[in-house]
């Protein structure tokens, strides 16, 4: 009787499948070349395969079972395109193009497939996203401008959440301080995310907290940010103090969009409050002075493009990196009152840029940044800079450009640096290194010498700089000017995002009187490409 049953059984599931399999698509997969036909095809599927991040090697590897796989829902959330909807390609580029800037994965592969219903209706789409996990916990190496660095260990990938904690050593115009950060990507589940920082110094300390609707593609129609920042130092004699706090709230408002980039408006609140005192033997090029208390009404635009391309060859032994192609910038002015003096004033915030690919084994940067506050036609806190790079590939390694010049007006009194890449710095006396205007220039060659780890590969280099400082600090002098020749290594990173570590050795060739014809050393932190193409912020 049981043996009857199971045929029955067998032969009912038979009976009952097979018009079902009848009934599945056929599906055929779509090369590259031909993915722009699908364009306006229905999404039928959407399926999405992760992977563990290869076995490290020898003992190491019984690391592996600490590693906890990005999960599938996190994946989902990057893409900007879900089962049933209409299928934007440019919309399809975009999301593989973030996937692949988490820190948290190695490589991201994407298969679509046409799929027809036996039935007659319409075509449909088959969407495939593999994905594969990298060792997310490591160091961390962050320049957020020339005089502020972090060195430390996060962890990009938390339980497999993308969250991140980060914690750390920070150096800031002078100042050295322990900090820890946590982001939140999907802030308790919700479409914002969040960031929060706290920094301790030994004369003061400083936080930051920033909460938005997170962005899922630059064509969204509606965003939103609120940043709350607050810092405060005092000396041990109390002749040196810094008190700044600020609260920003910025919206930003899709008006056109085309297969290049996306135009948004942006407009806004900003109150900005800065108290600053240094002592007399502290060398300033602008006021010694600072009492700042603003507050207006933001508007302005931003530019940003949809286009990448890829280079194979400026991530060694990693995959390309996805730069973006166009003019791209952020202009953001404020309207407002300075409740200190009692006088209108406006705050001035832009920065433009371009990448340039003229060959495939050629490419340049160029970017302009400008800020400061207007009040009584006269610009304080104002900073005016420009900078040019030039990658070349070349055996083993590359050349790399760079020219940059920089121009402040009357700066606040704890701005220190003007060239966060000068490698002539440390060939200068250090009250001679801070002036109101500077240029710097100089040429490397870089080549491959061996992996360190699967992060970062160890370079050589050669280099040769120059640069000139005019009205400095310090009045005994009106130009500094130095040319230095030397030799180096680099810890250059193998994934997108992440800082170097250069270590210079050189010797000054041409120098102004104060420079001493010396051997110097220097170490200090290379930044990602694309670190500071954006607007410098309020103040902070």
Not at 168 to 180: E, F
């Amino acid at each position: 009787m049981s043996f009857q049953l199971a045929v029955l059984t067998c032969l009912t599931a038979g009976a009952i499948s097979a018009p079902a399999l009848a009934q599945q698509p056929a599906c055929h997969a779509v090369p590259d070349s031909l993915i722009g036909t699908l364009s306006g095809l229905a999404v039928g599927s959407l399926e999405i395969i992760t992977a563990n991040p290869d076995r490290m090697p020898g003992p190491a590897g019984a690391l592996d079972v600490l590693h906890v796989r990005t999960g599938k829902d996190i994946i989902r959330r990057q893409l900007l395109l879900k089962p049933g909807d209409a299928l934007d390609t440019l919309r399809l580029r975009e999301s593989v193009h973030r996937l692949r800037r988490q820190g948290y994965i190695a490589d991201v592969s994407l298969e679509l497939q046409q799929c027809s219903d036996s039935t007659g209706g319409a075509p449909t789409v088959r969407v495939l996203v593999q994905t594969k996990d990298s060792w997310s916990t490591g160091p961390s190496i962050k320049v957020r401008s020339s005089s502020a660095t972090a060195i430390g260990l996060e962890e990009r990938n938390v339980m497999g959440t993308g969250r991140i904690v980060r914690a750390y050593v920070r150096s800031d115009a002078g100042r050295t301080g322990v900090g820890l950060t946590y982001v939140d990507p999907w802030l308790f589940g919700s479409p914002l995310s969040g960031a929060l920082s706290r920094n301790v110094f030994r004369d003061g300390r400083d936080w930051r907290l920033g909460i938005g609707v997170r962005q899922r593609s630059i064509f969204d129609n509606w965003r939103g940010d609120l940043t709350l920042f607050d810092s405060r130092r005092r000396s041990p004699t109390g002749s040196d103090t810094v008190h700044r706090s600020a609260q920003v709230l910025t919206l930003t408002h899709l008006v056109s969009s085309s297969p290049g980039g996306a135009l948004s408006l942006l407009s806004g609140f900003e109150r900005e409050r800065t108290h600053l005192s240094v002592s007399s033997d502290v060398p300033v090029v602008g006021p010694r002075r600072v009492n700042r208390d603003f507050a207006g009404l933001d508007l302005g635009l931003a530019r940003y493009s949809a286009r990448y391309e890829q280079i194979d060859w400026f991530l060694p032994g990693a995959r390309a990196a996805d730069l973006p192609v166009g003019f791209e910038g952020e202009g953001l002015v404020g309207f407002g009152r300075d409740f200190i003096s009692e006088t209108p004033m406006m705050h001035a915030d832009l920065w433009a840029g371009r990448f340039w690919f003229p060959r495939r084994d050629l490419f340049a940067t160029t970017d302009i940044w400008m800020s400061g506050y207007l009040n009584h036609d006269a610009w304080s806190g104002a900073t005016e800079r420009a900078a040019v790079s030039i990658y070349k590939q070349a055996a083993d390694g590359m050349w790399i450009a760079r020219v940059g010049a920089e121009q402040l007006t009357d700066p606040d009194p704890d701005v220190r640096a003007l060239e966060s890449i000068d490698p002539t710095v440390p060939a200068i006396p250090f009250t001679r290194r801070l002036a109101e205007s500077a240029v710097a220039i100089s040429l490397e060659r870089s080549a491959h010498l061996f992996g360190v780890t699967r992060g970062y590969v160890l370079d050589g280099a050669f280099f040769a700089a120059a640069s000139s400082r005019w009205d400095p600090a310090s009045a005994s002098d009106t130009t500094m000017s130095v040319g230095i020749v030397g030799v180096g290594l680099r810890l250059n990173p193998r994934r997108l995002g992440g800082a170097g570590v250069r270590f210079d050795v050189g010797y000054p060739v041409l120098r102004s009187s104060p420079v001493k014809q010396r051997l110097f050393l220097r170490v200090s932190l290379s930044p990602w490409i694309e670190v500071g193409r954006a607007r410098q912020g309020i103040g902070f």
